[in-house]
């Protein structure tokens, strides 16, 4: 080769909708609704995170064929909010010959930075970026909101999820399958036509796993206390025996992976294992971020 030059995939410009707006939680909006965004500082609701991972299927199935819907994962560290009517590309760094982990990132039209990202394969390709990031902590000081929790707690108890094209996903997501496949940033037939799919079932979109993975997790009846307005500040979805499908019963079971603290927030990360319904084979998992915003909470800065 003459060159040591790295190369790059990008997508087309997207513009990424709004779901979210009526989301509610802990009996409050979220701060995807504009009013609560900007009581709390904020110009508008931003779209959620893991929409923006729909804008990256294209780039890996490129890189790494179908085995990436087997085995891919995407390990997020989100940098800026975006807000509806703006436009967003993804980018990936096109990986020497056998790697199995590359940089991949997702800026606005004007380049600002969206995300930045690892996107590998397999179990074998080295520490992602939030692994990298999670190492990296430093011990929380005096926690309130999270007082309560430790790392290693583990949620109240197995929960059962599935997710079906019509099944309205509750308060977190108060939207379907398939309301969301009408606005999808990137589509596939895959998603909806299991005559299309390699697999001869309808597969479920990669930000559509965070769903899953999510919208059962009151169950989990971690002791965080609230009202307070939280985020999603790093994500990672893996597929370790994937797809996953739609129409399919999975078990889940969460972990406190890790907690955390910083001017602004409190953080709590939780490591979510999905499960076959068996609940003996783990298919996909996912490790958020829960960054709490720390004036959401009524009396904070007098708790100190």
Known sequence: MTFATPLALAGPLRQPRQMLADQEYGG????????MAEKLGFRAGPIEGPT??????????KIWGRAWYEQGCISSHYLNM?????????FAELP???????????EKADGTPVLEASASIGRDSGPTLLEQRMAALRPPGKL????????????????RVRMDPDQNMGALYPFSLNEKLAVITETSPWYSDAKASPWG??????EMISVLAEYSSRE???PVKGPAVGLFADQEIRLIDGPLFVGEEYVIRREIAALAESKRTESYWVRTRIFDSSGKKQVAEMLLNHATLKHS????????
Do not use: C, N
Not at 28 to 35: F, P, R, V
Not at 144 to 159: N, P, Q, S
């Open 201 to 206: 079932r309808a597969i479920i979109p990669l």
């Open 220 to 222: 989990a009846e971690f």
């Open 28 to 35: 409050h909006a979220s701060i995807h609704d504009d009013a």
């Open 96 to 106: 020497a010959d056998g790697a199995k982990m590359t940089r991949v990132w997702a």
């Open 52 to 61: 923006h991972f729909s804008l990256f299927p294209p780039l890996m199935e």
């Open 144 to 159: 309130l909101i999270l007082e309560d929790l430790e790392v290693g707690m583990t949620g109240a108890r197995d929960e």
């Open 82 to 90: 975006v807000v509806e009517g703006e436009q967003v590309r993804a």
């Open 297 to 304: 909470y009524a009396g904070y800065a007098d708790a100190g």
